[in-house]
């Protein structure tokens, strides 16, 4: 009965390595399409950006759950004396595809555009670092079959255990 509780302990410890992969506009309403990017830790996450007419820059950065201000003078400062995970500008209607590796730690980590006055008018959003541990959409299948095996343990662990109970009072 141990081995078979150690086999579902070693399906369901492997984390195979993640990989997110989606388009986000960098709009001239001053709006990141879509705002929010959720990951998870560590993840490689490769994003197609497509630019409006106006330049902007797609800026993530690397503190978590950080006070980011988005007034002119506050941001460039603040854009000065921190890490960045990802900082590039695209020129007028460019397409330019960015991977970069989720932090390890969860939270939420600014997104926003550096050109002046895009930020306070409203073009900044959040990569969002999920704290669950979610499963990779492509092992659902596995998942289920771990979800089976631990019922049918539980039930035999019972079963077991209800037997030599019996057994025992007998
Ligand atoms: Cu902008």
Not at 18 to 25: G, K, R, S
Not at 91 to 112: C, N
């Amino acid at each position: 009965m141990s081995s078979l509780l150690l086999g579902i302990l070693a399906i369901s410890v492997p984390q195979p390595v993640q990989a997110l992969e989606m388009d986000v506009d960098l709009q001239d309403t001053l709006t990141f399409n879509p705002d929010e990017i959720v990951v998870q830790p560590g993840e490689s996450v490769t994003l197609h950006l497509s630019n409006g007419d106006a330049p902007h820059t797609f800026t993530i950065f690397a503190q978590a759950d950080a006070n980011v201000p988005f007034d002119t003078a506050g941001l460039n400062d603040y854009h000065d004396q921190n890490e960045k995970i990802v900082d590039v500008m695209l020129s007028s209607g460019e397409q330019r595809d960015i991977t970069f590796t989720a932090p390890s730690t969860p939270g939420t980590y600014v997104l926003a555009c550096m050109t002046l006055g895009h930020a306070n008018g409203g073009m900044h959003g959040a990569l969002t670092v999920s704290s669950e541990d979610g499963e990779p959409s492509g092992f659902a299948v596995d998942t289920t079959t771990l979800v089976i095996v631990a019922v049918v343990a539980i039930v035999a662990v019972v079963a077991v255990a209800l037997f030599m109970f019996r057994k025992r009072s007998a």
